[in-house]
């Protein structure tokens, strides 16, 4: 007489799980140290790149699924751009690319070749002038906490440079992508209001 062995749910995920371990770590094993000496294959990513950062070719080594704000912040040292909810919600990684506001932690840096990059160190000028924009949020006590300054001034330099003269509506839908926990938006809009009087 044949019994069949009773399979309960539990040892079927058991095998599933060890079955698994094994072929991976057999695929580690055996697989590694036959690549080691191939090049990127057909469309794989380039590691090291160059970008053009602030105005300088900065060389960096780049993982495939790496977003600019971490390659600005952590290879680069661009602390400025700030890493806030790292969902593209909150803007506090807003910088520029080629002129255009984007958030940077939604961005893969290899997307950013051959582009111009602006971060919020990039505003200020060679002699140590800061951006009008980077002025009026001082003379207009914008910021409170200050964690998503930048990504606000980023917004407003983006907006004066298509827009120079907007009206207050205008730069309340710029700033809508940047979001300030503090609630100071009245304040950055008024310092944006200010930088735009006195023209950039």
């Given amino acids: 007489m044949i019994t069949q062995a009773k399979t309960s749910r539990r040892n079927f995920i058991k095998g599933v799980i060890a079955s698994g371990a094994a072929a991976s770590s057999s695929a580690y ?31 960096v080594d780049v993982l495939p699924n790496e977003t600019l704000a971490m390659t600005l912040r952590y290879k680069l040292g661009l602390t400025g751009t700030k890493l806030g909810c790292d969902r593209g919600e909150c803007g506090a990684c807003t910088v520029l690319v080629d002129g255009v506001n984007l958030y940077a932690c939604s961005l893969l840096t290899h997307t950013a070749r051959n582009k111009q990059i602006t971060t919020i160190e990039g505003l200020e000028s060679s002699d140590g002038i800061l951006h ?29 440079s298509n827009n120079p003269n907007p009206t207050r509506d205008e730069v309340r839908r710029a700033l809508s992508g940047n979001l300030c926990r503090c609630g100071a938006y009245d304040h950055y809009i008024n310092a944006v209001m200010l930088a735009a009087e006195r023209g950039i």
């Fill in 29 to 59: 094993m055996f697989g590694v140290s036959g690549c080691s000496n191939q090049q990127v294959s057909t469309g794989g990513v380039e590691r090291l790149i160059s970008l053009n950062v602030n105005g300088m070719t900065r060389n």
């Fill in 132 to 160: 009008p924009v980077q002025q009026a949020m001082i003379d207009e006590l914008g910021p409170q906490c200050g964690f998503c300054t930048p990504g606000q001034i980023m917004s407003a330099v983006a907006l004066l």
